[in-house]
Every structure is written in structure tokens, then in C-alpha cells.
């Protein structure tokens, strides 16, 4: 007799072919228990509100895309902050939605502009689903923003002139966005100004193959990007061969929006009849200019008007023939024709801003011409005086000639009459050309007026074109006086391959430190000008230069917001220090050596212990991002400059602000105390130089002299030059009468 066998869980008989020595009921049972366990782990690993994902505590969802969620989260260490977490939705982490996925982070990654969301941090929850951390953006989208604040036409286009800058640096780091649409970029606003920022690069294409080298093919048949937005060969799916030509488009049906109130095509037509009646519209159909879109749209356009500040005539008038010829080329069906860059987008709105030729204009002569003629009507309504002088003294002359040769042919009883008659002729011409004559002296005259005019708006380059053009045989004392107080520099420094930044000497005089935007430091001898060393570090412009009170080392401050100290002797990198969020824009020594202070786009000044690096004191006050500071030779103030186009005096030892000076019409751009203490120095955006009573406040003098705006200026120990650096490639020594009292 075989013995049965027993379930061990219940005792009960079991069949011959129980699986595992179990009986099928408790079998069961132990089936629906995992099932359980496994959904309540499941449920464990779905993010939401109130959820942790690494550092950060997610707290509302805020945007959701085709294959990812956007949170609002709460960042609590290192630094506490609020973000946005991007996190691949559930379920649709398949193989290519995360290869997409991972592929946005690192487009992301590889940007930083002011105008391009920036990436803080990524990762991988517990569940195995990728998200990564950018800056929360607190905003609206650009066409909205736009018409809540109504802004005009001008402040519109320099929002978008903005956003093409953006574009730009993502196409320079090998980015096409491929989905440029208001609702992907957001105005936030920053301190007083409206900053557009540009977000989502989801369906971003790499233009060079390390970027996609794990990304997944397109699926054929599918369409990416936003169909109002989408140029030609967007619609047409031939994604392999798009360009960032087709970005450029994308920006026109933008700006056309900004500017007409409503895209090029209408979205509920367009979408109507598929993906064949979008591909045939997008590639086929020519759209209404922004005038002719405008004026179709009833009443409609009177609110679309206001939304602008002005009236609907009025707004049709101005959209007509330069202001909509820049979206219609950047819409042109075939992209060769398009704008080449959306830099050069950018470029021909501040075409439009000075009244310069439009590159969308025609290439018209009689087109060129107007726009010259309308841009110089002075000088142009002076020259067409004179020539019509000279043609009609010309013509007298002729005529008379005309007549002298029939009296010469006369009977001899004439002679008389013809000699009379050519004499009257002779005094004709001569009269013409005296009055020729006195036309072209009156146009010096007026032209040195004019210099001395434009002299006193510290417009220097407009002096120098119009000393330039005055004839050498009348240029007399006034034109020499005028060029001579136009130019006070005793010596011009070459070897900066781009822009110059900033400038200063060595405590004993005999050398001069300078830095430029080619990322390099140059030391020159002061007496001489030659060059002495090239110091090479900064991975981007060297903002600001200073010599060590002993002259044996040299700090440097850049736009990769890092500060170095260097050997003077040598030229060897001693040391780095960080801490600012932004640009440096100025870094000096304190008298005594021991201290650093520096600038920065952050709107902070910040002192450093020379050395150790050692952060020792945070400043703040200014309204918008510190350009300039320096010491006090006692050592117990810091004189700082900002964009806010102040300047203000603080008590080192206790922070406190003593005095705020105003009377520059741009950003400080750089600044410095006289070796006595007792005056300023500051250089500004607006091409001057200013000297201030360092006691007072009150303003002294003003050096002009400069091209362009003054980014860096120095004092020499004896305090009777001045050294200035400008945005013209040019350095300048100046005599400076700076004595105590």
C-alpha cells in the first residue's frame, strides 16, 4: 500500500502532480499574496506630491509632455532653493523614451546662456526612472507676457532679439531646438527687466553625433514639433537632413506672433485635415504678411492693437514693408534663403533699432541710397547744396562762354560789345566760383560746429569721421584744438587679439598688466609699451587685472567665475578661488595686500583673504550686477560701480554703505582711489572718464577721448597719469592733474 503524501500548510491530501509539494487551494492563496506584496512595493516607488527624490521634495506638478512630468520641488541642502524636476512618466520608460530622455538632460547639460534654462543636477529615482533638476522658471510665455505688460513694437523685439541670442549659443554648442514656440519660452522677471528664458529641448537634435550616439531612430510617419511652428522640412519628417535653418523659422512665425497678434497660419485649419493637409499648407501655402494678416482680422485687431499701445491703422502702417520683411525671410519656404543664423537674425532687428540697411531689404541701389540719405539728411542736404552751386556756376559759365563765342563772330563794329560782354562773362565765373568758395567754407564751418556739438555728447568716434572729411587746405587752429582735445592719450598699447578689459600698473610704475576678451593676460613695459609676458588660464574673457601692493603678484577675474592669483616674476598660477554665481567683473588688492575684493554679476561684492582664499565679507546695495571696486589706500574703504550707473563708498570693518555718487549716463564700468585717497576715478559705459572728491562726492572732471565705452582704468603711484582701456582695442595714458586739496 503506497502512503499519501500531505500538504504541508493544511494537511490535506495531495494529487499525484501537486506542484512543489503544495496543494493547489494553498497554492493559490500563496499566488494572491505576492500579487499583493509586489503591487504594494510598486505603489512605493510612484513619485508624486509629497514625495522624495533624492534631495529634493517634490511639491506640485506644474507641466506634463509626451514622455515626461515636470514638478515644482523644494531643494533642502546644499543650498535651499526651489527647481524644476523633470522625471520620465510611468510607464513610459521604455528603452528609447528614456534614450530621448537622457539625451534632453544632456542637451541641456552642455548650455549656459542667461537666456537658456540651466541644469542643476540628475539622476535616477528608486524605480529606475531618469529625471534631472533645472531652474524653475517662474514665468509666463513670451506672447502672453507681451500682451498682459502691453508692450510696444521696440520692446517686443528686443525680448525676441534676446531669445535669438539664446538660440544662437545653442546652435554654436551643435543644438537644434526643434520646437521653438511661445509656450517654450517663458519672461521672468530679474531685479527691474523682463528676461525671456527658452525651455524644453525634449525633441532637441544634435547637430554632431556624440550628443546622439545612444539615441533611438525617429519612427517614420511621425511628426515632431508643434505644427504652427514647424517649418517646411519639419512637416516634410526629413529629420535627418534638418539644420538649424529650420530653428530660423520657427523664431519668424515667433516674431510674426509678437507682431501680428496671431501666427502665420490659422491652427484650427491647419490641423483639420492631418498630417498630409499640414505638410501641404506648411510646404506649399504662402502666408499673408503681417499687415495683410492683421487688417483680415475684424475686430480682433483693434484689441490686438491696444495690446500694443497704439492703433490699428497706425500698427498696419508700421507692420508694412521693413518691420514684417524680417519674419517673412526667416519664413522663406526654402531655407537657403532664409537668414543664416539667428545671430544674424538678431543682427538685422538692431538694423531695424539704428536705421541701417535691413538684410531682408532688397538689394536696390535707389532702396540703400533712402536708407543712407534718411540716416545722414544733414549732411547729405549739405553736400547737395554745394553741388548745386557748383552745376549752376558751371551753367553761368557755359552760357557766357556761349555768348562770347557768337560775339566773336560778330562785324568788327561789334568788338566793342563782345569785349564788354566777355568781361561781364569773366566776372559771372568768378562770382560763381567765389561763391563756391564761400559754400565750401561755410560747410567746414558747420562740420567743426558740428564736431564741437557731438565733443560735448562725448560721441568721439562722430568727431573723428567728420575732422576727418574737412579739407587739409582750410583746417586752422579750431580743427587742431578740436582734434588734439579729442585724443589726450600720450600712447596707444597693440596685442590684444580682442577686446581690451581692463588695465593697471605696478606699484613702482614701470609696468602695466592688462586683460582682454581673448582670455589671456598681458604685462607691458609702462615706459616703453612693449610686451613683456602673455598669462594664459581663464577658460573665458578676463574681465579685471591687478598688481599686489609689493608688485609680486597679480590677480585676475573672468567670466568662468573664477578669481586667480598669479606670480608676478614668473607669470606661474598660484591660486583659485570661487564662490560668486555669475561673471567677476573687477578683483583689486587691499593696500596692505592681505585682503582681495571682487565683483560680480550677482549683484555682491565679496573680500578674500589673499592668502588662503578664504571668503571673509559679502556686501550688497547696488540694484543690479556690480562691474568695478577698489581700496582706499588707507585700506578702511571699498568704492564699488555698478550697472545701476552708481557709485557707492562702504566702511570696510563694518559693511555699512557711506555714500552713493551719481552723474555718469551708463554703467561704471571700472573705478579707482588716487594714491592720496582723497579723489575717484571711474570709467563708464557712456565713453568717459570721471574724477570725483572722494570726501564729498562732488564731480571734478570728465576726460573724453575714447571710441567706446572705458572698461578699465589705472592710477600711476605718482598719481600724474591715468591708463584706460576701452572697448574701441585701444589703451590710453592720460596727463592727469590730481594733487592733494
Same mark, same amino acid.
Request: aromatic share 8%.
Given at each position: 500500500m503506497i502512503e499519501k503524501k500531505r500538504c504541508p500548510k493544511c494537511n490535506a491530501d495531495l494529487p499525484v502532480n501537486a506542484l512543489g509539494g503544495i496543494c493547489p487551494k494553498c497554492l493559490m492563496m500563496i499566488g494572491l499574496e505576492d500579487k499583493a506584496n509586489i503591487a504594494q512595493k510598486e505603489s512605493t516607488l510612484i513619485e508624486g506630491p509629497g514625495a522624495k527624490i533624492g534631495h529634493y521634495e517634490l511639491l506640485e506638478l506644474i507641466g506634463e509632455g509626451g514622455m515626461g512630468l515636470v514638478y515644482l520641488a523644494e531643494q533642502k541642502e546644499p543650498v535651499r532653493r526651489?527647481?524644476?524636476?523633470k522625471i520620465v512618466k510611468l510607464g513610459m520608460d521604455t528603452k528609447?523614451?528614456?534614450?530621448?530622455?537622457?539625451?534632453?538632460?544632456?542637451?541641456?547639460?552642455?548650455?549656459?546662456?542667461?537666456?537658456?534654462?540651466?541644469?542643476?543636477?540628475?539622476?535616477?529615482?528608486?524605480?529606475?526612472?531618469?529625471?534631472?533638476?533645472?531652474?524653475?522658471?517662474?514665468?509666463?510665455?513670451?506672447?502672453?507676457?507681451?500682451d498682459k505688460q502691453k508692450l510696444s513694437v521696440e520692446e517686443r523685439l528686443e525680448l525676441f532679439r534676446q531669445v535669438c541670442e539664446g538660440v544662437h549659443h545653442a546652435h554654436q554648442k551643435g543644438i537644434i531646438h526643434r520646437d521653438i514656440k511661445p509656450s517654450n519660452i517663458l519672461v521672468s522677471i530679474h531685479g527691474d527687466r523682463p528676461v525671456p528664458k527658452i525651455i524644453d529641448f525634449g525633441i532637441a537634435k544634435a547637430i554632431t553625433q556624440p550628443l546622439v550616439e545612444k539615441t533611438s531612430y525617429t519612427e517614420q510617419g511621425q511628426l515632431l514639433g508643434t505644427p504652427e511652428y514647424m517649418s517646411p522640412e519639419q512637416a516634410e519628417m526629413a529629420y535627418q537632413d534638418i539644420d538649424t535653418r529650420s530653428d530660423i523659422y520657427s523664431l519668424g512665425v515667433v516674431l510674426y506672433e509678437l507682431l501680428a497678434g496671431v501666427p502665420p497660419f490659422d491652427a484650427k485649419r491647419l490641423r483639420e485635415g492631418g498630417i498630409d493637409h499640414i505638410q501641404q499648407v506648411i510646404c506649399e501655402e504662402q502666408p499673408k504678411t503681417p499687415s495683410a494678416r492683421l487688417t483680415s482680422l475684424g475686430d480682433k485687431a483693434k484689441r490686438i492693437?491696444?495690446?500694443?499701445r497704439t492703433q490699428i491703422i497706425t500698427l498696419t502702417r508700421r507692420l508694412h514693408r521693413e518691420l514684417e520683411w524680417i519674419p517673412m525671410k526667416a519664413m522663406r519656404k526654402d531655407r537657403t534663403r532664409r537668414y543664416r543664423s539667428a545671430s544674424e537674425l538678431a543682427d538685422d532687428i538692431q538694423n531695424y533699432f539704428t536705421g541701417a540697411p535691413l538684410i531682408a531689404g532688397?538689394?536696390?541701389?535707389?532702396?540703400?541710397?533712402?536708407?543712407?540719405?534718411?540716416?545722414?539728411?544733414?549732411?547729405?542736404?549739405?553736400?547737395?547744396?554745394?553741388?548745386?552751386?557748383?552745376?549752376?556756376?558751371?551753367?553761368?559759365?557755359?552760357?557766357?562762354?556761349?555768348?562770347?563765342?557768337?560775339?566773336?563772330?560778330?562785324?568788327?563794329?561789334?568788338?566793342?560789345?563782345?569785349?564788354?560782354?566777355l568781361i561781364r562773362a569773366e566776372n559771372a565765373e568768378k562770382a560763381a566760383k567765389d561763391k563756391s568758395e564761400e559754400l565750401r567754407r561755410t560747410l567746414y564751418v558747420n562740420s567743426i560746429q558740428l564736431a564741437e556739438a557731438k565733443y560735448g555728447e562725448a560721441n568721439i568716434r562722430h568727431v573723428r569721421e567728420l575732422l576727418d572729411a574737412c579739407p587739409?587746405?582750410?583746417?586752422?587752429?579750431?580743427?587742431?584744438?578740436?582734434?588734439?582735445?579729442?585724443?589726450?592719450?600720450?600712447? #596707444? *598699447?597693440? %596685442? =590684444?587679439?580682442?577686446?581690451?578689459? @581692463? !588695465? /593697471? $600698473? &605696478?606699484? +613702482?610704475g614701470k609696468r602695466i598688466i592688462s586683460g582682454g576678451w581673448d582670455n589671456t593676460i598681458k604685462v607691458w613695459d609702462a615706459e616703453t609699451g612693449d610686451e613683456l609676458m602673455t598669462l594664459r588660464g581663464h577658460k573665458e574673457c578676463v574681465k579685471s587685472v591687478a598688481f599686489s601692493p609689493d608688485g609680486k603678484r597679480m590677480v585676475s577675474g573672468s567670466n568662468d567665475k573664477t578669481i586667480k592669483i598669479w606670480d608676478a616674476a614668473t607669470g606661474a598660477e598660484l591660486i583659485t578661488l570661487r564662490g560668486h554665481g555669475q561673471s567677476i567683473n573687477l578683483v583689486a588688492f587691499s593696500p596692505?595686500?592681505?585682503?582681495?575684493?571682487?565683483?560680480?554679476?550677482?549683484?555682491?561684492?565679496?573680500?578674500?583673504?589673499?592668502?588662503?582664499?578664504?571668503?571673509?565679507? #559679502? *556686501?550688497? %546695495? =547696488?540694484?543690479?550686477?556690480?562691474? @568695478? !571696486? /577698489? $581700496? &582706499?589706500? +588707507?585700506?578702511k574703504r571699498i568704492a564699488s560701480g555698478s550697472n545701476?550707473?552708481?557709485?557707492?563708498?562702504?566702511?570696510?570693518?563694518?559693511?555699512?554703505?557711506?555714500?552713493?555718487?551719481?552723474?555718469?549716463?551708463?554703467?561704471?564700468?571700472?573705478?579707482?582711489?588716487?594714491?592720496?585717497?582723497?579723489?575717484?576715478?571711474?570709467?563708464?559705459?557712456?565713453?568717459t572718464i570721471k574724477v570725483w572728491d572722494?570726501?564729498?562726492?562732488?564731480?571734478?572732471?570728465?576726460?573724453r577721448g575714447h571710441g567706446d565705452w572705458v572698461g578699465s582704468i589705472a592710477i600711476s603711484p605718482d598719481g600724474k597719469r591715468i591708463v584706460s582701456a576701452s572697448g574701441d582695442k585701444t589703451i590710453k595714458v592720460w596727463d592727469a592733474a590730481i594733487h592733494p586739496g
Open positions: 526651489r527647481v524644476a524636476l528609447q523614451v528614456v534614450t530621448r530622455f537622457e539625451a534632453e538632460r544632456q542637451t541641456l547639460a552642455i548650455l549656459e546662456h542667461p537666456n537658456i534654462a540651466h541644469v542643476f543636477d540628475a539622476g535616477t529615482t528608486e524605480a529606475g526612472r531618469p529625471y534631472f533638476v533645472m531652474e524653475y522658471v517662474k514665468g509666463m510665455s513670451i506672447t502672453k507676457y507681451c492693437a491696444e495690446s500694443r532688397p538689394e536696390s541701389t535707389v532702396y540703400r541710397t533712402r536708407k543712407f540719405v534718411r540716416k545722414h539728411a544733414g549732411s547729405v542736404a549739405m553736400v547737395a547744396l554745394v553741388a548745386v552751386a557748383i552745376v549752376l556756376g558751371l551753367v553761368a559759365s557755359i552760357f557766357m562762354g556761349c555768348r562770347a563765342e557768337q560775339a566773336r563772330k560778330q562785324e568788327a563794329a561789334m568788338r566793342a560789345q563782345v569785349e564788354q560782354a587739409e587746405d582750410l583746417r586752422g587752429w579750431e580743427w587742431y584744438r578740436l582734434r588734439h582735445i579729442s585724443d589726450q592719450s600720450r600712447m #596707444t *598699447l597693440l %596685442g =590684444h587679439k580682442k577686446l581690451a578689459t @581692463s !588695465v /593697471a $600698473f &605696478s606699484p +613702482d596692505d595686500g592681505k585682503c582681495i575684493v571682487s565683483t560680480s554679476a550677482d549683484n555682491t561684492i565679496k573680500v578674500w583673504d589673499a592668502a588662503t582664499g578664504e571668503k571673509l565679507l #559679502t *556686501l550688497r %546695495g =547696488h540694484r543690479d550686477g556690480v562691474k @568695478s !571696486v /577698489a $581700496f &582706499s589706500p +588707507d585700506g545701476d550707473k552708481t557709485i557707492k563708498v562702504w566702511d570696510l570693518a563694518t559693511g555699512a554703505e557711506l555714500m552713493t555718487l551719481r552723474g555718469h549716463g551708463n554703467w561704471i564700468e571700472s573705478i579707482a582711489f588716487s594714491p592720496d585717497g582723497k579723489r575717484i576715478i571711474s570709467g563708464s559705459g557712456d565713453n572722494a570726501a564729498t562726492g562732488n564731480e571734478l572732471m570728465t576726460l
